[in-house]
């Protein structure tokens, strides 16, 4: 894993900590407001998601640990094959965004649980995310909304925004100093919020989890950036997939005292005990279109007994904004 630890790195965590945590009525801010503005920045596409438009389906299982079993009563960690129905994609609302840009990457997984219920992940291919708040996300969109002048994002909105918003720094530099994957075969997902897992004693204990890929983590080099077509990620996963099963393992990091809870910015120190939690196996991969992810809304809240989420505020807001995006695209919006 590649965690850029530079001082400036830091310095943004600390400046994000130190933000004011209980934020007033006034920056309250809603699901309807934040799909409005990333519609803003990015066009409609209609029936589609209004973030990570652009994306691929694919299917597989999991086989969870015992070890994991010792912090989670949930059935993923039973040792069974589990069902899984995955998405890979790129941030942002632009269904024609090259597979060069230096965006996030999401892998979305929905676990298909023996007793009926299901377990989601929705992760990135950064460790951190950039946003504390959601108050930083929306005024993230609205900073970056084309000016219909150029064509382009006003670059004193931008530099407004990176001044009074510390907590986007970390997130933006680790885009910037890496680039995006050759392939999604070799990209590692981290699930960036903390979750609690709680066992058959009920004890809770804090952890946060991350996807390795078995392949081996290859980003595109700088000269690959300049050639690589628009679209190639899709037909690497295909063709990835179609040679054997693509396998990424599930580690979890146990949590001590005083780590970050609530705060998406930050990561935990990396001496943190790790477990491998399960196994990840993509055995075929297909187009978007009229596949079984399509029409799933991978809501991050959607958790089987044994998972619970923590009170990050960003991941208690997606929950409504995924809503959001998925009822207008099932209504052809
Ligand atoms: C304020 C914070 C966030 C907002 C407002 C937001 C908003 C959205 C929306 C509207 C969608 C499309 C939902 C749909 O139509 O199904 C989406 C998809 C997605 N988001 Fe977020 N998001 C946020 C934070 C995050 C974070 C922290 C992560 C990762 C830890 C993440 C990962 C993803 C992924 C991977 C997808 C694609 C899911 C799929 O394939 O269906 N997002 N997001």
């Known amino acids: 894993m590649q965690i850029n630890k530079s001082p400036k790195w ?5 400046l994000a900590l130190s933000a004011p945590l209980g934020m007033a009525a006034q920056d309250e801010v809603t699901a309807d407001q934040v799909v409005t503005a990333i519609e803003g920045t990015f066009g409609v596409t209609p029936g589609e998601r209004r973030n990570h438009t652009k994306g691929t389906c694919a299917q597989g299982e999991f086989v969870g640990s015992p070890e994991a079993a010792a912090y989670s009563k949930s059935g993923l960690f039973s040792g069974k094959s589990i069902p899984v129905i995955a998405r890979f994609s790129l941030a942002g609302g ?32 950064t460790p951190i995310f950039g946003a ?11 900073a970056t909304k084309p000016d219909p002048a150029t064509g382009k994002p006003d670059p004193e909105k931008i530099k407004a925004f990176k001044a009074s918003h510390p907590d986007n720094l970390a997130q933006t530099e680790y885009l910037a100093n890496n680039n ?4 999604y075969a070799n990209s590692a997902f981290f699930g960036i919020h ?10 809770t204990t804090l952890v946060r989890w991350r996807f390795v890929p078995q392949d081996g983590v290859k980003r595109l080099t700088d000269d ?17 997939a179609k040679q054997g099963p693509a396998r990424w393992n599930m580690m979890v990091s146990i949590g001590e005292p005083g780590d970050p809870e609530d705060n ?19 055995s075929s991969a297909m187009p978007q279109k009229g596949a079984e992810c399509e029409k799933i809304n991978f809501d991050p ?3 089987g007994d044994g998972i619970a989420p923590t009170n990050d505020p960003i991941l208690l807001f997606r929950s409504p904004a995924y809503a959001f995006s998925f009822a207008k695209r099932l209504g052809g919006l």
């Open 94 to 125: 632009n269904p024609k965004a090259p597979d060069t840009a230096k965006s996030a990457r999401g892998m979305a997984l929905q676990f298909k649980l023996s007793d009926g219920g299901l377990q989601h992940m929705t992760m990135l291919n």
């Open 194 to 203: 903390t979750f609690k897992f709680i066992n058959r004693e009920n004890k």
């Open 180 to 183: 995006p994957p050759a392939s």
């Open 301 to 303: 809240l959607v958790m």
């Open 10 to 14: 830091m310095l943004a965590g600390v």
């Open 224 to 240: 690959e950036l300049k050639s690589a077509p628009a679209n190639f990620l899709e037909q690497a996963l295909i063709n990835r």
């Open 132 to 142: 504390m708040q959601p108050r930083t996300f929306l005024d993230l969109m609205v």
């Open 264 to 282: 998406p910015t930050l990561a935990w120190p990396e001496s943190r005990r790790q477990i491998k939690a399960g196994t990840l196996t993509i």
